[in-house]
Nanobody
Framework: QLQLVESGGGLVQPGGSLRLSCAAS????????TAWFRQAPGKEREGVMC????????NYADSVKGRFTISRDNAKNMVYLQMNSLQPGDTAVYYC?????????????WGKGTLVTVSS
């Protein structure tokens, strides 16, 4: 059974950093496009970044350019989202997702999310 489990969320002060992790089971992430999405309170879910099976990166959100980085560890079968210079506007539940297609397509599998709160 394909499963994605996020971890690493928490409370961080503005300007701080967090690294989110997404662990996959039942399939190899390096064969999939894997993305991070987020949903802030009262807002629709939005895409953040995506990493395709060839290593190409798609930025879905202009607001995170230069601050967030997506990466994959094939040996650990995990994908990460390194978030720097965090702002209150980054507060959201962050979801890991994957698809056998490319980053331009809707995701097929989703994790349950991890909450990131940026506040002083």
């Amino acid at each position: 059974q394909l499963q994605l489990v996020e971890s690493g969320g928490g409370l961080v002060q503005p300007g701080g950093s967090l690294r989110l992790s997404c662990a996959a089971s039942g399939f190899r992430l390096d064969y999939y496009a894997t993305a991070w999405f987020r949903q802030a309170p009262g807002k629709e879910r939005e895409g953040v970044m995506c990493l395709d099976y060839g290593g190409g990166i798609t930025n879905y959100a202009d607001s995170v350019k230069g601050r967030f980085t997506i990466s994959r560890d094939n040996a650990k079968n995990m994908v990460y989202l390194q978030m720097n210079s965090l702002q209150p506007g980054d507060t959201a539940v962050y979801y890991c997702a994957a698809t056998l297609k490319t980053c331009s397509y809707p995701m097929d599998w989703w994790g349950k999310g991890t909450l990131v709160t940026v506040s002083s």
